[in-house]
């Protein structure tokens, strides 16, 4: 499995959003259970930017993404996380800032494959 080593960090403006999987059973008249499903029941997306970017760098990042397709997954540690995980990215965009400088914004969606 390839390991996602970008040639600079990402932008602060990192975020991630947590999907928690669970089942709801609605009874009527407001009531209702939930339970979670599964055993891998908090998947993180998380949105990194690169807003400052050589081109040279923009096309690195935009290989790696492009050559696992949004299919395979690959390992990588989100900064400001005490482990690495497995994660596929599914889409990005590239902008061109000015003839120097481009950057990405990519979503990457943790998967728990084996």
Known sequence: M?????????????????????????FGDGYSQRITRGINQDRR?????????????????????????GVDSFDYQIP??????????SAWTRTEVDDFIASITAELTEVFDL
């Not at 390839?2 to 669970?22: A, L, M």
């Not at 400001?80 to 990215?89: D, L, P, T």
Request: aromatic share 8%; net charge negative.
């Open 2 to 26: 390839p390991t996602f080593t970008p040639p600079v960090g990402p932008s602060p403006q990192t975020s991630t959003r947590h999907e928690p999987t669970r089942l709801v059973a609605d």
């Open 45 to 69: 997306v998380v949105t990194l930017v690169w807003s400052v970017l050589t081109h040279s760098d923009a096309q690195t990042i935009e290989g790696f993404f492009a050559g696992l397709l």
């Open 80 to 89: 400001g996380s005490a482990a690495s995980a497995k994660w596929v990215c």
